[in-house]
């Protein structure tokens, strides 16, 4: 009979012990957190090839390459890719002379469209921020939040002649949480791009 209750007890005193450490506050001090990642120092080079209307600066750790996929359109001439192949990124940059064919009202609605009308859905907020550059170039500069498929855009015009649409993609699936830290890197890169440009 003694035996039976010292069990008992014994049984007791570690039923006890387990439902207070189930609810307890006790944890084992693991930090939410991505990778680390290291990120390259900011340095820059020129871009001003022979028959492009525009030149920028882009950073020298990426490339640039020309977009292939828009032969049928004259534009595509001047249709570039940056990729910043440690990040996984790419800077699409388009460009149309404005004219009869390209209107500049239209495209600005383009411009706009293509930041809202895309993304709204999956959007937390868009806001766009007028930009009035050094060397006299105007243009919207579109921050996207939430998980979209890019998080900034941007258009740069002078009304008259040249038209330069921006956005930055990643080869990775949407997630504002783990691409914010590259993307907040790769704006400022956005924005030396867009600071430096000048039309030709």
């Given at each position: 009979?003694?035996?039976?209750?010292?069990?008992?007890?014994?049984?007791?005193?570690?039923?006890?012990?387990?439902?207070?450490?189930?609810?307890?506050?006790?944890?084992v001090?693991?930090?939410?957190?991505?990778?680390h990642?290291?990120?390259p120092?900011?340095?820059?080079?020129?871009?001003?090839?022979?028959?492009?209307?525009?030149?920028?600066?882009?950073?020298?750790?990426?490339?640039?390459?020309?977009?292939?996929?828009?032969?049928?359109?004259?534009?595509?001439?001047?249709?570039?890719?940056?990729?910043?192949?440690?990040?996984?990124?790419?800077?699409?940059?388009?460009?149309?002379?404005?004219?009869?064919?390209?209107?500049?009202?239209?495209?600005?609605?383009?411009?706009?469209?293509?930041?809202?009308?895309?993304?709204?859905?999956?959007?937390?907020?868009?806001?766009?921020?007028?930009?009035?550059?050094?060397?006299?170039?105007?243009?919207?500069?579109?921050?996207?939040?939430?998980?979209?498929?890019?998080?900034?855009?941007?258009?740069?015009?002078?009304?008259?002649?040249?038209?330069?649409?921006?956005?930055?993609?990643?080869?990775?699936?949407?997630?504002?949480?783990?691409?914010?830290?590259?993307n907040?890197?790769?704006?400022?890169?956005?924005?030396?791009?867009?600071?430096?440009?000048?039309?030709?």
């Amino acid at each position: 009979m003694k035996n039976k209750r010292i069990l008992f007890s014994g049984f007791l005193i570690v039923a006890a012990a387990m439902l207070y450490s189930c609810n307890s506050d006790y944890s084992v001090g693991k930090k939410k957190g991505y990778f680390h990642i290291d990120f390259p120092e900011k340095k820059y080079q020129v871009f001003n090839q022979p028959g492009y209307p525009y030149s920028f600066e882009y950073p020298v750790y990426s490339t640039v390459s020309k977009d292939s996929t828009f032969f049928e359109d004259k534009a595509g001439d001047w249709w570039i890719n940056i990729d910043v192949p440690q990040f996984g990124g790419r800077i699409y940059v388009s460009y149309k002379a404005i004219g009869p064919q390209n209107q500049f009202d239209s495209l600005v609605r383009d411009g706009f469209k293509m930041a809202y009308k895309q993304h709204v859905d999956v959007s937390t907020g868009i806001k766009d921020s007028v930009m009035d550059t050094p060397n006299g170039v105007e243009g919207i500069y579109f921050t996207l939040g939430g998980n979209t498929a890019t998080a900034n855009q941007f258009f740069l015009t002078d009304s008259t002649k040249h038209f330069l649409r921006g956005a930055l993609y990643f080869n990775a699936s949407p997630n504002a949480d783990s691409l914010g830290i590259v993307n907040d890197f790769l704006k400022e890169d956005l924005k030396h791009l867009i600071n430096t440009l000048q039309w030709k």
